[in-house]
């Protein structure tokens, strides 16, 4: 079964960074394009980024674009998120997300929060 698994989280400084990762399984990751989504306290989930089944286009939010990058490594079955400059409004649940034959699937989140 289509399994993904959020790690990375944790307690940063404004102005810090972080690195999120995605471990993907049940499923031809190569061939599919990845994203992150967000969730803050009271929130909706909001799109973050994404990448394409090669890596080779990679699209961001406004919120984050300059600060977050995104990549994958197919080797690995894996997609990362790398966070700099974080901010305060950057605080979230992360999630990463899969759409295979109209079914979107989501891994349990990762918990962010950028507070000093």
């Known amino acids: 079964q289509v399994q993904l698994v959020e790690s990375g989280g944790g307690l940063v400084q404004p102005g810090g960074s972080l690195r999120l990762s995605c471990a993907a399984s049940g499923f031809t990751f190569g061939g599919l394009a990845m994203s992150w989504h967000r969730q803050g306290s009271g929130k909706g989930r909001e799109w973050v980024a994404g990448v394409s089944t090669n890596g080779g286009i990679t699209e961001y939010a406004d919120f984050v674009k300059g600060r977050f990058s995104i990549s994958r490594e197919d080797a690995k079955n894996t997609v990362s998120l790398q966070m700099t400059n974080l901010k305060p409004e950057d605080t979230a649940v992360y999630y990463c997300?899969?759409?295979?034959?109209?079914?979107?699937?989501w891994g349990q989140g990762t918990q962010v929060t950028v507070s000093s």
């Open positions: 997300r899969v759409w295979i034959g109209g079914i979107d699937y």
